[in-house]
Nanobody, 122 residues
Framework: VQLVESGGGSVEPGGSRRLSCVHSGWTSCTYEMGWYRQVGGKEREFVAS???????KYADSVKDRFVISRDNAQKILYLQMNHLKAEDSGMYYC?????????????????WGQGTQVTVSV
């Protein structure tokens, strides 16, 4: 399983940034891919996700500011972040979640990338 994030960096409040996650591709057992973030020693928190059919979910804190999208041909998951705030700073991780019924239940697992740091400050 490959999950490689890029696009992090420093940005001023109100700015934008697009994160990319190159992955191995959706499998028949991949029910969701998404983005999570972590600040220091705090618990990793959900940011946005997309399921196999393309339905999107967002954390309330980023709704209407962030957009998750994908390029299946290039095997890339994106996170477009707009109107960034200081509290959006953190290490952003790409995640792939596998599981489901039948055979997929036997290989249920969550996979994570190494993360890309986003720092929002003046």
């Amino acid at each position: 399983v490959q999950l490689v994030e890029s696009g992090g960096g420093s940005v001023e409040p109100g700015g934008s940034r697009r994160l990319s996650c190159v992955h191995s591709g959706w499998t028949s057992c991949t029910y969701e891919m998404g983005w999570y973030r972590q600040v220091g020693g705090k618990e990793r928190e959900f940011v946005a996700s997309m399921d196999f059919e393309g339905a999107e979910k967002y954390a309330d804190s980023v709704k209407d500011r962030f957009v998750i999208s994908r390029d299946n041909a290039q095997k890339i998951l994106y996170l477009q972040m707009n109107h960034l705030k200081a509290e959006d700073s953190g290490m952003y991780y790409c995640a792939e979640r596998r599981g489901g019924g039948g055979y997929c239940a036997s290989i249920k697992a969550d996979y994570w990338g190494q993360g890309t740091q986003v720092t929002v400050s003046v």
